[in-house]
């Protein structure tokens, strides 16, 4: 049987070759940062990782991770609730509610797997999610996983949340459940009318805050401070992979209740491996970091505002963004790709985007700004913007 499948996947794989967009893996062989070595021997600048604050390599992380694999061991070899609860789980557990304001934590091995355990556990088919049309797939796994009933409302917009809110009005428990950040685009939705739309038609709110965590608000505490509303939604799942160290790790947090429930119930967290210690240690360490000094946040901001900036005036088509994400608009997948490309020979490492990870016709280069960057980075990557979008047309 399997001679005629893998005649059928070689010719996909060889239409998805010929249409430009096969994804090739580039081999990184030095640690993540600004400027990393690829394979070849090259340096390149790194604007496409989520390495926000510049934390991936930060010398206050390793030392943490080194000092919880000397006290703790390597792996747990275990699930929580058996033997792979240690004190760190615990303490990095309440580091998290502090931070976003909750009342308890529940770690995850990912980000995919806090957003896909969430639902089941908490509803029926007597329920309503009521989703962003532009959640990430974590979130649309999730809720294929549960029974409760259906409603997908315009991304960020309140008029269709609200007709969707009406729709299930007969649900016995309804939860609106939206990205911070919508990690294509860079988008912020209006999270405050949001809360109030839930207090008026009896819902509850759940935030995924994996690219707005660190990022968004004056002191990176998300898309609840950035709108003076902390305390106020029932649940926000996020990562440790993307501005809190760049490592692994998911967790949701919120009412007490509701987290005590999801590790009664929670499928991924019940029958997943605990977090090594040394991860949880560095967890632990970043967030007294980041309760310490504003320093890195204070310098992203800056070094987004001046990226986009530059990146308008040079005339590019830039999506509004609240956030460190900044999508070049290119609209052809093919294009994104071959631009993308040209960078890299630019010395910039960025990566083209397109269908499915886009809707179709709505290819971009999403470029992703870092505490670690600093003015000289950012001035040659708009250099390079400037020279390769004149020779393949995209600016004038």
Do not use: W
Not at 204 to 226: C, F, P
Not at 292 to 316: C, I, P, R, S, V
Not at 344 to 370: C, H, M, N, T, W
């Amino acid at each position: 049987m399997y001679n005629n499948f893998k005649e059928f996947l070689t010719k996909e794989i060889q239409d998805i070759r010929d249409a430009g967009l096969y994804k090739e893996e580039r081999i990184i062989v030095s640690p993540q940062g600004a400027e990393i070595t690829l394979e070849s021997g090259k340096k390149v600048l790194n604007f496409c990782a989520n390495n926000y604050l510049g934390l991936s390599n930060h010398p206050e992380l390793v030392k943490a991770a080194k000092e919880g694999l000397d006290h703790h061991g390597y792996g747990m070899s275990s699930v929580r609730f058996i033997c792979g609860t240690t004190d760190l789980h615990k303490k990095l557990e309440q580091k998290i509610a502090e931070f976003f304001g909750m009342e308890d934590t529940i770690l995850y091995a990912a980000a995919f797997d806090a957003n896909g355990g969430v639902f089941e556990p908490l509803l029926t088919e007597q329920d309503a999610i009521i989703s962003d049309s532009l959640n990430h797939a974590s979130i649309i796994d999730g809720v294929r996983l549960c029974k409760a009933q259906r409603f997908r409302y315009q991304s960020a917009d309140m008029e269709d949340l609200e007709t969707q809110l009406k729709a299930a009005k007969d649900a016995r428990f309804k939860v609106i459940v939206t990205d911070g950040v919508f990690s294509m685009d860079g988008h912020v939705p209006n999270v405050k009318r949001m809360v109030e739309l839930a207090n008026q038609y009896d819902a509850m709110v759940m935030i995924d805050e994996s690219h707005s965590a660190g990022v968004v608000g004056k002191t990176g505490r998300g898309v609840t401070e950035l709108f003076d509303i902390r305390g106020q939604v029932e649940l926000i799942t996020g990562t440790l992979g993307k501005s809190f160290g760049g490592a692994i790790g998911g967790f949701t947090t919120g009412k007490k209740e509701i987290i005590e429930m999801l590790r009664q119930r929670s499928r991924p967290y019940l029958f997943s491996n605990s977090l090594p210690p040394m991860v949880v240690n560095a967890g632990i360490r970043m967030f007294e970091m980041m309760s310490e000094t504003n320093e890195l946040q204070d310098k992203l901001h800056a070094n987004t505002d001046y990226f986009l900036g530059k990146m308008t005036e040079a005339g590019f088509d830039i999506r509004p963004t609240q956030s460190a994400i900044c999508a070049v608009m290119l609209y052809d997948a093919k294009l994104s790709q071959d631009m993308a490309a040209k960078l890299l020979d630019e010395g910039i490492y960025v990566i083209g985007f397109y269908y499915p990870v886009v809707a179709k016709g709505q290819a971009r280069i999403r470029v992703q700004l870092s505490a670690a960057h600093t003015r000289e980075h950012l001035d040659k990557t708009i250099n390079a913007f400037i020279k390769v979008g004149r020779e393949m047309g995209v600016i004038k």
